[in-house]
């Protein structure tokens, strides 16, 4: 029981450390991508 | 565990980022850690961006207009360059700071310093006084540059003995990525504090400055060292002996006289030597070789492109480097790099714009790819004890290669152009230098072979380096 619990909490600061680097770094890929497009206008 | 903690240093404010507290408990997962390194390496990677603020900066005092009081264009650049030049010695200088202190107290002292480095430059720009810049985010800031950089990736080795390329190649992704981040933010942030009387420069850099304090201390906070018996679960360390791939350490000074060191050196040097020049002028090239053709605005999205396969080359070759061996890696560099750049002049002949592309975004990402692959070659050939301070000593490589690249690619340019050679071929001299380099480059890599038992760490000199040890950072058995 104290596994699982201890299991669920690492998923859980896992899922938002990914998310607090991956939400900042995919925003600026799109950003970068919609302004490459132009190249191809 | 808990022997490791009952041995750490008691009480002091700052005990909490020393190794002995940094080392994971039970349950912890390796995957915390990657997002950790990506804290700092996103953060410090905004140096790559700070050429959004050269024009703001030059008209400071005019507003809309530069006055002959505001800063030249000229001046400003310097502050870049000081930036790098400090990254590189502050990571050899202090590589076996961090790797003696760990990670924490690394990434905690990077925070600062690239903080503080923005808060001094917000100081200069609002007394006018560029020295302070130079000061600020060219010396403080470039330290903090430095032992960023190197602090996350003998941990992330350790973290991940069956895929260090991969695992490094994430993090060294994340300073090619900071720029796509820190660009358009600190566009929004000047709009935001920008008046038509005021330009929001200090404001914004006091802003960049709290939130990658925020940022980098988070990333201090997560990441954790693994025990010294711990291993990936169901991994078994390979029984039988790879020619190029040492189970021994070497020392973190007896490396600079293996040739080992130096000719990874070249081969890091000659790899950025190449691409930096062309990063630094993707947008003149592309628009002087197909003039008429390509507009200002698409040679932006041309550099934002090449930034973008400069990043994810990073993570795709140093993951393949996994799988192929790091030397392969390389000589895939130095054969398909000469190669492409000796088809770029026949592109520009051509006009053809999308092969023109194609060419220059595979270069990049083996650029990029030559960065993120070179920590596990280190650790391939001088084991994981000291790769970090190793690493940080190699980064000189790139510091020189700053220098290099884009001096080869302006003055060989300028010097065709005097000459009178059209403007739409002065490039091609430099795309033969450019993969001339890249086979002296190869030649390199083809001398590299594994390094002389005589350079790996004997038993007694392990036993002086565990009591240094216990005397700078508690328990070493903990770490």
């Known amino acids: 029981m104290a596994n699982a619990n201890q299991s669920a909490s690492m998923t859980v600061k896992l899922v938002l450390a990914w998310c607090f680097v991956g939400i900042p770094l995919a925003w600026g890929v799109l950003q970068t991508i919609a302004n490459a497009m132009t190249l191809f206008r | 565990m808990t022997s490791a903690n009952a041995a750490a240093p008691q009480g002091g404010f700052f005990s909490f980022l020393d190794r002995a507290h940094t080392v994971a408990e039970p349950g912890f997962s390796r995957w915390m850690v990657p997002p950790a390194a990506l804290c700092i390496h996103l953060c410090i990677g905004q140096a790559y961006a700070f050429s959004v603020f050269n024009l703001p900066m030059s008209k400071l005092i005019g507003v809309d207009h530069a006055t002959p009081d505001d800063w030249k264009l ?63 985010y060219g010396v403080l800031g470039g330290v903090g540059l430095g032992l960023g950089y190197i602090s996350p990736v003998s941990t992330l080795i350790k973290w991940f003995p069956d895929r260090p390329g991969m695992a490094t190649g994430m993090a060294i992704m994340g300073f090619g990525g900071g720029a796509f981040i820190a660009s358009p933010l600190s ?183 030559g960065f993120a692959t070179v920590p596990a070659y280190l650790r391939d050939m001088f084991g994981t004890r000291y790769v970090g301070a190793i690493h940080g000593m190699l980064i000189t490589a790139w510091s020189m290669a700053g220098v290099f690249g884009p001096v080869l690619v302006n003055y060989i340019r300028q010097y065709q152009i005097d000459n009178g050679v059209p403007k739409a071929q002065a490039y091609n001299t430099t795309m033969y230098i450019m993969a001339g380099l890249l086979v002296v480059g190869f030649f390199c890599n083809l001398f590299v072979k594994a390094v002389h038992h005589r350079f790996h760490m004997h038993p007694e000199h392990e036993a002086e380096e565990a009591q240094t040890e216990v005397a700078a950072a508690g328990d070493p058995a903990g770490a």
């Open chain 2, 187 to 369: 566009v929004w942030l000047m709009q935001k504090f920008s008046t038509p009387t005021h330009i929001g420069v200090a404001e914004t850099f006091i802003c960049l400055g709290l939130i990658y304090l925020c940022f980098m201390w988070v990333g201090a906070a997560i990441v954790r060292v693994p025990r010294a018996d711990w291993r990936p679960e169901g991994y078994t360390p390979p029984v039988v002996a790879q020619k190029l791939i040492t189970k021994n350490d070497v020392y973190v000074y007896d490396a600079l006289k293996t040739p080992q060191f130096w000719l990874i050196w070249g081969v890091l040097c000659l790899n950025v030597t190449a691409g930096i020049g062309v990063l630094g002028q993707a947008s003149a090239m592309s628009q002087e070789m197909f003039p008429g053709r390509v507009s200002a605005i698409a040679a932006a999205g041309f550099v934002g492109l090449l930034s973008l396969f400069n990043m994810g080359g990073r993570f795709f070759w140093a993951t393949i480097s996994d799988y192929i061996g790091r030397k392969n890696t390389y000589f895939c560099f130095f054969v398909l790099g000469p190669v492409l750049y000796a088809l770029v002049p026949w592109a520009g002949s051509l006009g053809n714009v999308t092969l023109f592309v194609v060419f220059f975004l595979v270069i990049l990402s083996m650029y990029g790819g």
């Open chain 2, 74 to 136: 000229t001046d400003l650049g310097w502050i870049f360059s000081i930036a790098i030049f400090f990254l590189g010695t502050s990571a050899a200088v202090f590589g076996r700071w961090v790797e003696d202190g760990g990670p924490r107290r690394a990434m905690f002292a990077s925070g600062l310093c690239w903080a503080g480095g923005f808060f001094f430059a917000a100081i200069g720009v609002y007394l006018h006084m560029l020295w302070i810049i130079y000061l600020g």
